[in-house]
Structure formats: structure tokens, C-alpha cells
């Protein structure tokens, strides 16, 4: 289907001003499928390539500088070289990496969960969310004695826990059944039909399906029904436990049995955590429990001083409480600006998504297809005024932003309106 003509000149403005990132990705090509390893960064005609991030800033290897609105889809939530999180690394690295060992570090980062998130009596490390959320159900399956699974359309839970569209070749093979999302009656039904389900895993706000949040009563009927069914509450938290001090859990105070963490939590270093009840994580004590959990770099010296010191001394409560007050002024003043090109911002705090079309949107699949385009445009807008963002519409903020960067978004928002309204 030929694009629409603005977008199409959108494009050719793109190529003729990112040579260098064409390039380099031809070059990569050779030696990585598609040049890639990553598959969420790919889009036609070719994504930029980045060599350097300074505080909320990117450059690209054509001399641009881009205010960093994407965050490493919410994992850099301090920033690029933040002073304290460089600091704390420079440290680490002084005392030696890989010490085949036990070191002080992963307690006091565990303890500052056991703090921060009112569900954790105690913790597990992982290198990713995806591992963090494969323990999980590795975790509910052996508690219960059960095999099922109950999961949402839209849901994201890493590469092989995927739920958003049809290819699920990926996924790895639990025997998963899929609700819509706010949908309790759908959920309740599953639980009657099914005897077999041992944990239902959910997003607290679908995240990669588009910042569609819990409609109020949704997420409350979860650990009510789960409870009577016997079944445990995961709530895969990787994205929105920077939405307030103590994750989502907190604001709606709702206690999952378990919750999986990642992104941000490692102070940008690769991490995922596992925490909840003590019984459950019990199973993974050496000394006595049924489970074992191995990895290499579950405890690396990087990941837990980062995280230590981003925790302990950067997003503090208040930090975390300022942050997502200052996305959520942003996100209505962004819809202000879009009403009249029936486009929104779903999402809360710190993080958010856009969609084409003004309607309410309860779960994926109420997102129109027909205007994506519109979206794809926004993005590439956004590139000209200097701004990066994921093309299918995140935002995440980042702790080094200032009310400049943000008002840019806004100007540019409104550039945008002015520009592309009655086409
Ligand atoms: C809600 C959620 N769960 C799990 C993951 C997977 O985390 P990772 O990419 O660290 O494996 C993500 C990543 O985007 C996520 O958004």
C-alpha cells in the first residue's frame, strides 16, 4: 500500500539526513541478521545508530542530538552517566568483577526491595525481566502443583513470554491461557473452567501493548480471585514499579503474591528480580528448598552497586512521587494539543504511549490500525525537532530532563497540529 505523501517525504528527508546510520547499519548487516540483535529497535527505512548519551541527550552518528524522551524504553531512568550511578561502578570495578563468590552487595540491594515494595519479603536476582518472570512461573508451578497459566492479549513479559500478536513462535511452552485484559469476567470464567491454573501473571499497566491502564476494580478482582481459586498473583512490575516509590502494588495497594522487577533497578545495568512471599521464595533456599536457580551473573558486583546507589540515593520516594507527577502534567497537556487530530496519550506518571484515534482504549485491541501511519509520522516529526521517541509511540521520562526538554515536546506537539490537522 503506497504511504501517505506526507509521510513518504518524512522518510526521504530521514534518509538524506542519517547517511552515516544507513552505513553502519548496511555494514552490520553483514555480520548480525539485519544488522540487529535487538528486535524492538528495528524500522524501516533503517533505525538510527547512537555513539554516545549524556545526561538526557543521544548522538547520533550524523552529528545529531536528540533529547532522549524513549529512556531505554524506561530502563534509563537516571539518565546516561549519571555522577552517582558512575561513581558507584567506578567503585565496583576498583574491588574487582567476578568474584566467584557471595559479596555484600546483593543483600543490601535485596534489602532495599524488601523496603521499598511492600510485597517482597525476600528477593532473587536475574539478569533480565524475562528471567525474572520465567522463575516466577517456574516458582508458582512447583508451589501450587499446578501447570497452567492464566495471561493477558497484549501482554509483554519478555522475548519468550509474548502475548501481543499471532507469531508466538518465540514463546516458550507453558500451557498459557489468555484473558482480554480488564476483562474480570473473562478471567473468572477461565478459573472455573480450568482447575489447573497456577498463577495469573499480569501487567499492572499493559506496558509494550500500548500504556493501557487497569480500569479501577480490575486488578483488585485478580487478587480476590485468585486467592479463592487457590492460584497465585504475579505482577510483572519490570516497567511500572518507577510509576510510584513502591511500584504500582503501592498506589493501588494491592499485594501480589509475587512481583518481577527489572529495567531501571539494576541502575541501568542489566538486572531482573524476583520477590514476593516468603514461603514461595523459600523454595529456592539451598539449604532446604526443592528449587535451584543458577546464573552466572545473577549477583555481579555492576548490577548490584548501581543499583544500590540509585536506589538508596537518586530515586528516593520523592524523586519517584515528583517524577511521575511532572508525566502526568505532561501527558494531559500533550492530549490538550492532540484532541482535535483524535489522538491521545494513554499511560500514567513517567511513562506513556500515543494512539490514533481519541476513543477509550481498555485493552489492545481497541487500538485502530487504520491510522497507523499518523503515528509513524508523529515519530518521525518528533526526529526533526531534535526529540527520540519509539516509533510505535513510548515515551518514558528520565530523571535529567528539565522543564525546557519537556516544553520542547510540547511545541513540537503543536507544530505537529498546526501542520497535519484536516489532512
Ligand atoms: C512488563 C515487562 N516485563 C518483562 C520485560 C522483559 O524485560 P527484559 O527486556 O529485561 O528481559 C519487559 C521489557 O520490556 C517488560 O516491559
Given at each position: 500500500?503506497?504511504?501517505?505523501?506526507?509521510?513518504?517525504?518524512?522518510?526521504?528527508?530521514?534518509?538524506?539526513?542519517n547517511?552515516?546510520?544507513?552505513?553502519?547499519?548496511?555494514?552490520?548487516?553483514?555480520?548480525m541478521?539485519?544488522?540487529?540483535?535487538?528486535?524492538?529497535?528495528?524500522?524501516?527505512?533503517?533505525?538510527l545508530?547512537?555513539?554516545?548519551?549524556?545526561g538526557?541527550?543521544?548522538?547520533?552518528?550524523?552529528g545529531?542530538?536528540?533529547?532522549?524522551?524513549?529512556a531505554?524504553?524506561?530502563?534509563?531512568l537516571?539518565?546516561?552517566?549519571?555522577?552517582?550511578i558512575?561513581?558507584?561502578?567506578?567503585?565496583?570495578?576498583?574491588?574487582?568483577?567476578?568474584?566467584?563468590?557471595?559479596?555484600?552487595?546483593?543483600?543490601r540491594?535485596?534489602?532495599?526491595?524488601?523496603?521499598?515494595?511492600?510485597?517482597?519479603?525476600?528477593?532473587?536476582?536475574?539478569?533480565?525481566?524475562?528471567e525474572?518472570?520465567?522463575?516466577?512461573?517456574?516458582?508458582?508451578?512447583?508451589?501450587?502443583?499446578r501447570?497452567?497459566?492464566?495471561?493477558?492479549?497484549?501482554?509483554?513479559?519478555?522475548g519468550?513470554?509474548?502475548?501481543?500478536?499471532?507469531?508466538?513462535?518465540?514463546?516458550?511452552?507453558?500451557?498459557v491461557?489468555?484473558?482480554?485484559?480488564?476483562d474480570?469476567?473473562?478471567?473468572?470464567?477461565?478459573?472455573?473452567?480450568?482447575?489447573?491454573?497456577a498463577?495469573?501473571?499480569?501487567?499492572?499497566?499493559?506496558?509494550?501493548g500500548?500504556?493501557?491502564?487497569?480500569?479501577?476494580?480490575?486488578?483488585?478482582?485478580?487478587?480476590?480471585?485468585?486467592?479463592a481459586?487457590?492460584?497465585?498473583?504475579?505482577?510483572?512490575?519490570?516497567?511500572?514499579?518507577?510509576?510510584?516509590?513502591?511500584?504500582?502494588?503501592?498506589?493501588?495497594?494491592?499485594?501480589?503474591?509475587?512481583?518481577?522487577?527489572?529495567?531501571?533497578?539494576?541502575?541501568?545495568?542489566?538486572?531482573?528480580?524476583?520477590?514476593?512471599?516468603?514461603?514461595?521464595?523459600?523454595?529456592?533456599?539451598?539449604?532446604?528448598?526443592?528449587?535451584?536457580?543458577?546464573?552466572?551473573?545473577?549477583?555481579n558486583?555492576?548490577?548490584m552497586a548501581?543499583?544500590?546507589?540509585?536506589?538508596?540515593?537518586?530515586?528516593?520516594r520523592?524523586?519517584a512521587?515528583?517524577?511521575?507527577?511532572?508525566?502526568?502534567?505532561?501527558?494531559?497537556q500533550?492530549?490538550?494539543?492532540?484532541?482535535?487530530?483524535?489522538?491521545?496519550?494513554?499511560?500514567?506518571?513517567?511513562?506513556?504511549?500515543?494512539h490514533?484515534t481519541?476513543?477509550?482504549?481498555?485493552?489492545?485491541s481497541?487500538?485502530?490500525?487504520?491510522?497507523?501511519?499518523?503515528r509513524?509520522?508523529?515519530?518521525?516529526h518528533?526526529?526533526?525537532?531534535?526529540?527520540?521517541?519509539?516509533?510505535?509511540?513510548?515515551?518514558?521520562?528520565?530523571?535529567?530532563?528539565?522543564?525546557?526538554?519537556?516544553?520542547?515536546?510540547?511545541?513540537?506537539?503543536?507544530?505537529?497540529?498546526?501542520?497535519?490537522?484536516?489532512?
Amino acid at each position: 500500500m503506497p504511504r501517505m505523501p506526507e509521510l513518504e517525504r518524512c522518510i526521504q528527508r530521514y534518509i538524506q539526513a542519517n547517511p552515516n546510520s544507513a552505513h553502519q547499519l548496511g555494514a552490520a548487516a553483514r555480520v548480525m541478521p539485519g544488522g540487529n540483535t535487538r528486535s524492538v529497535l528495528f524500522y524501516e527505512p533503517f533505525p538510527l545508530v547512537m555513539t554516545a548519551g549524556n545526561g538526557c541527550f543521544l548522538d547520533d552518528m550524523d552529528g545529531h542530538r536528540y533529547v532522549d524522551l524513549l529512556a531505554e524504553y524506561t530502563a534509563s531512568l537516571y539518565g546516561h552517566s549519571h555522577p552517582v550511578i558512575t561513581h558507584a561502578l567506578a567503585r565496583a570495578m576498583e574491588n574487582g568483577l567476578n568474584l566467584s563468590a557471595h559479596t555484600p552487595l546483593e543483600a543490601r540491594l535485596a534489602a532495599l526491595m524488601v523496603q521499598r515494595f511492600g510485597c517482597i519479603e525476600q528477593v532473587r536476582f536475574t539478569n533480565s525481566g524475562t528471567e525474572a518472570n520465567l522463575l516466577a512461573l517456574a516458582a508458582a508451578k512447583a508451589y501450587t502443583g499446578r501447570n497452567a497459566v492464566i495471561a493477558f492479549n497484549g501482554g509483554y513479559h519478555g522475548g519468550v513470554l509474548s502475548f501481543g500478536g499471532a507469531n508466538t513462535s518465540m514463546n516458550v511452552p507453558h500451557r498459557v491461557h489468555l484473558a482480554d485484559y480488564n476483562d474480570l469476567d473473562g478471567v473468572e470464567r477461565l478459573l472455573r473452567e480450568q482447575v489447573d491454573i497456577a498463577a495469573i501473571l499480569v501487567e499492572p499497566m499493559l506496558g509494550a501493548g500500548g500504556c493501557i491502564c487497569a480500569e479501577p476494580g480490575f486488578l483488585e478482582g485478580l487478587r480476590e480471585r485468585s486467592q479463592a481459586h487457590g492460584t497465585l498473583l504475579i505482577f510483572d512490575e519490570v516497567m511500572t514499579s518507577r510509576l510510584a516509590p513502591g511500584g504500582l502494588q503501592e498506589k493501588l495497594g494491592i499485594t501480589p503474591d509475587l512481583i518481577t522487577l527489572g529495567k531501571y533497578i539494576g541502575g541501568g545495568m542489566p538486572c531482573g528480580a524476583l520477590g514476593g512471599r516468603r514461603d514461595i521464595m523459600g523454595q529456592f533456599d539451598p539449604r532446604h528448598g526443592s528449587l535451584s536457580h543458577a546464573g552466572t551473573f545473577n549477583n555481579n558486583v555492576l548490577t548490584m552497586a548501581a543499583g544500590i546507589a540509585g536506589l538508596e540515593q537518586v530515586y528516593t520516594r520523592d524523586e519517584a512521587l515528583k517524577l511521575n507527577a511532572r508525566g502526568d502534567r505532561l501527558r494531559e497537556q500533550l492530549n490538550e494539543v492532540l484532541a482535535p487530530m483524535a489522538m491521545q496519550y494513554t499511560g500514567q506518571g513517567s511513562v506513556m504511549n500515543l494512539h490514533p484515534t481519541g476513543l477509550p482504549i481498555r485493552r489492545p485491541s481497541d487500538i485502530p490500525t487504520d491510522r497507523k501511519e499518523l503515528r509513524d509520522l508523529f515519530f518521525f516529526h518528533l526526529l526533526e525537532w531534535g526529540i527520540y521517541s519509539a516509533r510505535r509511540g513510548l515515551l518514558a521520562l528520565s530523571l535529567p530532563l528539565t522543564e525546557h526538554e519537556l516544553h520542547r515536546l510540547v511545541t513540537a506537539t503543536q507544530a505537529f497540529v498546526e501542520r497535519y490537522a484536516g489532512n
